[in-house]
């Protein structure tokens, strides 16, 4: 049934079509996700699944999505088939979740859970995790519209095989209360260097946001931290909308602070504009010439040559290289891309060093 587990070095290498493309203001907006949440008809939820009504259903949807070919060939990787650091890579592409993939493997010994998705990476669907299915859809830039378009169809497809349980009272009914309803977390990848210089105007977007039922966070969703002046928004609630009104919600808000950034960057540049160009220079030294770089240090000088790249201020980079390099500076695509193939993830300190390789390495690229 299984693929034959993914090379971690080369699946490193590449990047999906969503952080390689060009969208709508990527200058401010880095890439946009919608996630449905579904559960098929007939089996228990998955806190009450059995292992072996578990892999039934994998095998089914295995069968349906390897067929259905999304966005190209689709590519189908099993957690308990998979290796640590295939997994770690999967994460931090977006294309599983902690809960699917966690981090010390505890949980990977229960059967089907997998997720499959196609070699453009726009759409990826995770088995078993919190529910049965969860669908996502990516696009770059402020591509919501497309993100929702790619879930949409993927849910279509399904619906009209396996069937999924609704209420006709609730909507669709998930693991979680807090999916019930319409099962969409609509989100939007924001890059807001200058409201993160001018701090009290950051804030003024968290209230804003949370003002219009949306939520801010950070680079990996909930429960994570902001890195890099990269921040998520997206809908809290999915019970009693459509998903038309939910993503018309934050398409009334991220315009507003999409606006907001660049004002405030227009300021900056203006006022400020030697102190600019000093943390920008500073910065893409850093990066050409450093030894050793945690991540969150990397991500944010990263974060000031990307605001310098928008300003005009380092014409031979652009944006979209940058979103690149944020994900490939992660811990598992440092292991995979600069270290030895098969070997176990090496200490922080080590990585550092493989990290600050990979850096001088790219921005080399960049000077000639």
Known sequence: ?????????????????????????????????????????????VQ???????????????????????????IWVEMNDSSSLLRLLLRERHLVSRDLAPADGARLTRPGR???????????IMINEEDHLRLQGMASGFGLQQAWE???????????????????????????????GTGLRASVMLHLPALGIVRNELEKVFTAAARTGLAVRGMYGEGSRAAGDF???????????TEAQLIEDLNALV????????????????NQRSALEDRVRRSYGMLRTARSLPTEVALLHLSNIRLGACL??????????????????????????????????PDPSERDRMRAAYLRRRFAEFAN
């Open 255 to 270: 315009p507003c602070i999409v606006d907001f950034e660049r004002r405030v960057r227009k300021v900056l540049f203006e």
């Open 231 to 241: 921040y998520q928004i997206s809908n809290q609630i999915t019970l009693g909308c």
């Open 312 to 345: 005009g201020l380092l014409e031979k980079i652009r944006p979209v290289a940058l979103n690149q390099i944020a994900v490939q500076v992660q811990k598992g695509h440092v292991q995979a891309l600069v270290g030895e193939a098969g070997s176990e993830l």
């Open 1 to 45: 049934m299984s693929r034959p587990p993914l090379e971690p070095r080369r699946f490193a290498d590449r990047i999906g079509s969503w952080l390689q493309d060009s969208g709508p203001d990527e200058d401010v907006v880095v890439s946009c996700r919608a996630r449905l949440a579904r559960n098929v008809e007939g089996y228990p939820f």
């Open 114 to 124: 997998a997720v499959a998705f196609g070699e453009l990476e726009t759409t990826s």
């Open 48 to 74: 009450r699944l059995e292992d072996d009504r578990a892999g039934e259903l994998c095998e089914t949807l295995n069968r349906l999505l390897v067929g259905h070919k999304i966005d190209g060939e689709t």
């Open 150 to 180: 790619r879930v949409h169809a993927i849910e279509r497809m399904l619906e009209g095989e396996v069937g999924f349980a609704h209420s006709s009272r609730l909507g669709y009914l998930t693991g979680c209360p807090t999916n019930v």
